[in-house]
């Protein structure tokens, strides 16, 4: 296929593309009426985000939606933003920052393959079906080019998958390793089938949280699709308000952003809600895939011991056990996920640098990183809270 017959555009605003040409692109697996993979790169989640003010003017996620043309047929685009700052990417490039400015460069603004706030897993470069090849190669080369041509220090594809990962290291970008902790249902029918596979100490401690935080004087309740309630999205502002004010100085999104996507996406969502005396007091927000249920906000207005735990790691996989999805995605950092079931998992990223001499410094640190990172993933798995197949046998 003739490359040149490929044309590259950038889009300032989901508006100037259609949710059904984007879709195509973005989620093809769902076009039977099932769900996407994730609904983190569908139009109605990116343009939520845009609706809501979240992301453009003021946010320093200014959007650049990247799309490539054949013959007037969109065959791949990708959700990419121009950065004034480094916040809400949670693939941590704020050392790269300082060391080129130090030296008399200039970082900002750089090119940001992402979906804003949001470490998740996910395809980057988003192709229809059949033009994998020619799309994922346009896509890539465009942004480098870009970036480029606009003299910007770099270009960041983020939590991109592991086939993107290798294909764009065989393009010229560097690849970068980091980790999360991931839950995996193993065939399980219910939460005490998951219990039974651990050891009888971690067993034991989490039968001791999930009865210390049900214990809390309430009750627990999951809403999603229609259950779902503008008083439900009132309550949960006020937790995540007060858990974006304590970590990031200011909440990500924006209010409206959870009444659109009550409006456009409700049954992307699972809100698990705690409610004492009538009044909602903590609560923890899950988008669903269609094999995976992701952790994404959780917030409280009370401290109640171990609720923290019931909300976003106890209940998720009774919820993912019921539906029959076969992992949980509970978010960025956070070894104490690895006592309750969570194991370390690889996460992808890649990375273009314009600056020669810079982008030699940052491959030879990601090198030494990869090694930290799998020596670190391999001790922290063999820590894991499963039965030892040969103790249990020596036993």
Same mark, same amino acid.
């Given at each position: ?16 593309? #259609? ?8 989620? &093809?697996?769902?076009?039977?009426? /099932?769900?996407?993979? $994730? ?18 003017? /003021? ?20 959700? +990419? ?6 916040? #809400? ?23 940001? +393959?992402?979906? &804003? ?20 190669? =346009? ?21 991109? %998958? !592991? ?7 065989? +393009? ?5 390793? %980091? ?19 651990? @050891? ?17 004087? /309430?009750?627990?309740?999951?809403? @999603?699709? =229609?259950?779902?309630? &503008? ?12 858990? #974006? ?13 959870? $009444? ?13 809600? =705690?409610?004492? $005396?009538? !009044? ?24 109640? &011991? ?15 056990? @019921? ?7 509970? /978010? ?5 996920? *690895? ?10 990223? *890649? ?7 810079? =982008? ?36």
């Amino acid at each position: 296929m003739d490359q040149a017959q490929i044309e590259i555009q950038l889009l300032g605003s989901l508006a100037q593309i #259609g949710a059904d040409e984007w879709d195509a692109c973005a989620c &093809p697996e769902a076009a039977d009426g /099932g769900r996407p993979n $994730d609904p983190f790169t569908t139009y109605r989640f990116l343009c939520a985000l845009e609706d809501s003010g979240s992301v453009g003017r /003021g946010t320093g996620w200014q959007p650049q939606y990247l799309t490539a043309y054949l013959d007037g047929q969109l065959i791949g685009c990708a959700p +990419m933003y121009a950065k004034s700052h480094s916040q #809400g990417e949670y693939i941590f490039d704020h050392n790269w920052a300082h060391a080129f400015e130090q030296a008399g460069g200039r970082y900002y603004p750089k090119l940001q +393959m992402a979906v &804003p706030f949001t470490p998740v897993t996910g395809r980057r470069l988003l192709v229809r079906p059949g033009f994998e090849g020619v799309g994922h190669s =346009a896509l890539v080369q465009g942004a480098v080019q870009l970036a480029a041509n606009n003299k910007l220090s770099s270009l960041h594809v983020t939590f991109c %998958t !592991d086939e993107e990962a290798r294909a764009g290291a065989q +393009m010229g970008l560097m690849p970068r390793l %980091t980790q999360q902790f991931h839950w995996l249902n193993q065939g399980y029918h219910k939460f005490d089938d998951f219990l039974a596979s651990l @050891s009888s100490r971690k067993r034991k401690n989490i039968r001791k949280e999930r009865a210390q935080a049900q214990g809390f004087g /309430g009750e627990i309740e999951v809403f @999603s699709g =229609a259950d779902l309630r &503008p008083e439900h999205w009132d309550a949960f502002w006020t937790f995540y308000q007060d858990t #974006g004010a304590r970590k990031w100085g200011s909440p990500y999104l924006s209010r409206s952003f959870f $009444d659109i996507a009550q409006d456009t996406m409700a049954d992307d969502m699972a809100l698990i809600l =705690a409610r004492r $005396d009538g !009044d909602y007091v903590a609560g923890a927000l899950n988008f669903i895939g269609r094999d995976t249920l992701y952790g994404r906000y959780w917030g409280c207005s009370e401290h109640h &011991p171990c609720l923290h735990f019931e909300l976003c790691y106890y209940q998720a996989m009774d919820l993912a056990i @019921s539906m029959g999805l076969a992992r949980i995605e509970a /978010g960025a950092q956070g070894e104490h996920k *690895l006592a309750r079931g969570y194991l370390p998992t690889q996460t992808h990223s *890649l990375h273009w640098l314009g600056d020669p001499g810079f =982008a030699d410094a940052v491959a030879r640190y990601l090198e030494a990183e990869r090694l930290a990172i799998e020596e670190e993933i391999e001790i922290l798995t063999d820590y894991g809270p499963f039965k030892k197949l040969e103790v249990e046998e020596q036993q």
